[in-house]
């Protein structure tokens, strides 16, 4: 898939009114940076092409990137309070309710995978249906869990149909290529390293459009506290997807340098994702929607495994809808 980049020229804020005041507090004293965890994916690129073009100061924000080397680190430091949003896929924002006990609000949805995240078992299986009672390799805590989930709700099955092998990822083409695990969920490179190997993709994101999503998410308080500069914040983020439409060349080398690829590399990720703009937001997140039906399913599956101790709704994670029903979020 060739890369997909919202072209809305709308703006989330109106021109910098305010400006000033984000910034300071009521009494003109400089309020404490706004920090925000991200992991190396091309989802939350667009948040250092914000940083690297002025659009977080043009918005009177003093915004602190903190760059960790996973999205579980990133919620880590979340739950720790070290940091007042982070990047997050669905589990990090389940786990980060239940067992920190936050209220994780998602100001926006950033992207869905289409494509990149899959499933990857031996030549002679035709399809998820083919994993009941054999190993799968997945990463514990991450979205690896809500991919097989919707895999085999596919075709009738459960978690419990299966037997889970955890593994960093890293580890996952030797374990395949030594018939250690019959099937392995992964995304770029391993999962090329999987096909190289003789795997064969069952299932994959693009099967299920919209509902393997990443977020830009805040904690309750914090939103309570400083709605005004996450809305900026937000605005900030599209203003830079906006750049990315219109100067391609320019964003995209900001992006593959802070991935540590080369450009090539960059878009043969870019490939299996695609990202959301504003209108996109209320279908995502309307009840019944694609998030909604994503999170109920990964729901149970997190509980057959005693992951999750209380299912919640997708209302639950709703951003204070005053702050953003007026920017096409959420109605």
Known sequence: MSLSVPMSRRRFLSAAVGAVVLAQGCNGVRREPLKFATNPWPGFDPLYIARDKGFFRDAGLDVSLVDLTSIGASRRAFERGQVDGCGATLVEILLAADQAGLRPQIAAVVDYSNGADVLIGTPAMSGPADLRGHRVAIEPGTLHIQLLALALASVGLGIRDVSLVPMPQNAMPEAFAEGKVAAAVCFPPE????????GKVLFHSGQVPGEVVDTLVFDGGFVARRGAEVEAFVGAYHRAMDFLARHADEALRIMALRENVSVAELQDTLA????VSHGEQ???????????R??????????????????RTLKDFLIARELIARHGSLA
């Open 294 to 311: 994503a999170l109920n399913r990964l729901q149970g599956a997190m509980m057959d495994l005693a992951q999750l101790r209380q299912r």
């Open 191 to 198: 999962s090329r390293r999987l096909q190289e190997a003789g």
């Open 272 to 275: 299996g994702l695609r990202y």
């Open 282 to 292: 209320r279908e995502l997140l309307a009840a019944g929607g694609p998030v909604e």
